[in-house]
């Protein structure tokens, strides 16, 4: 937001804006139904547009993740109830910027005009900067408006926040994203050079954060491409490739390589074949033994779960016994590996839950099962309702643990061999009881 936070800088309308700024700011909501995903506030019932329509402003906390319109609503606050707006953001201000602030506030009140002092990330100021807030937010000097990506209760003083309303603002969702997005092609005069997939693809990666994606979007708009991009070409597109791995060392990645597919095809000959081929030609054994524990977690898994202590066990032999002494106990390792059952169902589970948590992004888990140690907290339901399993029959109460816009997955599938199959049964049965506590 350019000039928004230079010098502690004053009021600036939307003309302002330069044509060659970032297209975030050209986007800039110019009246309070232009914000995007927060009706719940300034629809016609919610607390700022109910603020609006009486034209009265109190101080309130804005709480919400980056991107979500907290610097655009105070603005248009400003706008609405015509008071003076000026921004500062704790990240750059001290002692010295504040007692300027209120001084110029206070000349500003004595002449009949109050002024909405907007703090940006209100967190990072200590527990005295945010007590030099109260006697002008008391007198009505400020209007204070603060913005911050932290807990409340955590981050500011109990004085403070008595004195001021949180209101919590929601991530974007997709449809609050994709709007944004037909805002951006409608100023820019052009469509986004996206299929329909990677035009999802970009939302998701936005992670509800309105910025990022007019940042992303911007890009787009730069550059020079002919053919729509595919999800795969977008995210090369827009974000560095991985380097390779250097070539002049291809024997050894061979070898590791052969050595991780003679133990998942539960070849111990071939498996100890390999080991030494590397051992012998002078790897760092540490290395290998690296290699070996991560394929217990990778391979063997649930299966046979004694796979990671008995690698984590050779490590610690072999750190104490050092070489050649140590050396058997890296044998031992690769032969349990390769003799054991053999599972990727944890692997599998990490990928599809790391691939939902990116899509998912910040969604919040249902309010039921959040501890809520403050007051603020517990007024608004966290940790109502929640329901203890141990006081429960079977020691199981069969509760929803998902975020409430969020369908159940299933990412942990064991198989049936080794101790999985015990495990197998013992999800089988927990998923009847709740069928039958749910149903």
Not at 116 to 128: M, Y
Not at 134 to 156: C, D, K, M, Q
């Amino acid at each position: 937001m350019p000039g928004l936070f230079d010098d502690g800088s004053d009021q600036q309308r939307e003309t302002d804006i330069r044509p060659d700024a970032p297209l975030a700011d050209r986007l800039r909501p110019r009246q309070l139904a232009e914000i995007v995903g927060q009706d719940h506030l300034v629809g016609s019932d919610g607390t700022i547009g109910r603020m609006v329509a009486a034209g009265r402003l109190s101080s309130i906390i804005l709480w919400g993740p980056p991107g979500t319109g907290k610097t655009s609503l105070a603005r248009l606050l400003a706008d609405q109830t015509e008071l003076h707006f000026k921004a500062i953001s704790a990240v750059f201000s001290g002692v010295a910027d504040l007692k300027k602030v209120f001084a110029e506030a206070e000349m500003r009140f004595q002449s009949g005009k109050a002024t909405l002092l907007f703090v940006d990330e209100i967190h990072r100021f200590n527990r005295s900067q945010q007590d030099s807030f109260l006697p002008y937010v008391e007198r009505g000097t400020v209007v204070l408006v603060g913005a911050t990506t932290e807990n409340p209760s955590f981050e500011l003083n109990a004085a403070l926040l008595s004195r001021a309303q949180v209101l919590i603002l929601n991530r974007l969702d997709a449809a609050a994203l994709s709007d944004l997005l037909a805002r951006a092609e409608a100023l820019e005069d052009k469509a986004l050079p996206l299929t329909d997939n990677a035009r999802e693809a970009l939302i998701a990666s936005a992670d509800g954060d309105g910025r990022f994606l007019l940042n992303q979007a911007e890009t787009l708009f730069s550059l020079d491409i002919d053919d729509p991009l595919d999800p795969p070409t977008l995210a090369k597109t827009l974000h560095r490739r991985m380097p390779v791995y250097d070539k002049d060392r291809e024997g050894h990645y061979n070898l590791i390589s052969a050595l991780h597919k003679a133990l998942r095809g539960s070849d111990p000959q071939a498996s100890l074949y390999y080991l030494a081929r590397m051992l012998v030609a002078g790897e760092e054994p540490l290395y290998v033994l690296r290699r070996i524990v991560r394929f217990a977690s990778e391979d063997i898994g649930m299966a046979d779960p004694q796979a990671l202590v008995q690698t984590l066990a050779a490590k610690d032999a072999y750190d104490f016994l050092g070489s050649p002494e140590g050396e058997l106990a890296i044998v031992q390792a690769c032969l349990y590996c390769a003799t054991a059952p053999k599972s990727n169902a944890a692997y599998k589970a990490q990928k599809q839950a790391w691939k939902s948590a990116r899509q998912t992004g910040s969604l919040m888990p249902p309010p039921n099962i959040l501890n809520a140690p403050t007051k603020l907290m517990k007024d608004i339901g966290y940790g109502a309702d929640y329901r203890y399993d141990h006081e429960n029959d079977d020691g199981f109460s069969g509760d929803n643990y998902w975020p409430e816009d969020m369908t159940p997955e299933k990412f942990y599938q064991p198989v049936d061999r080794g101790f999985e199959h015990k495990i197998r049964e013992r999800l089988e049965y927990w998923e009847n009881l709740r069928a039958k506590k749910t149903g």
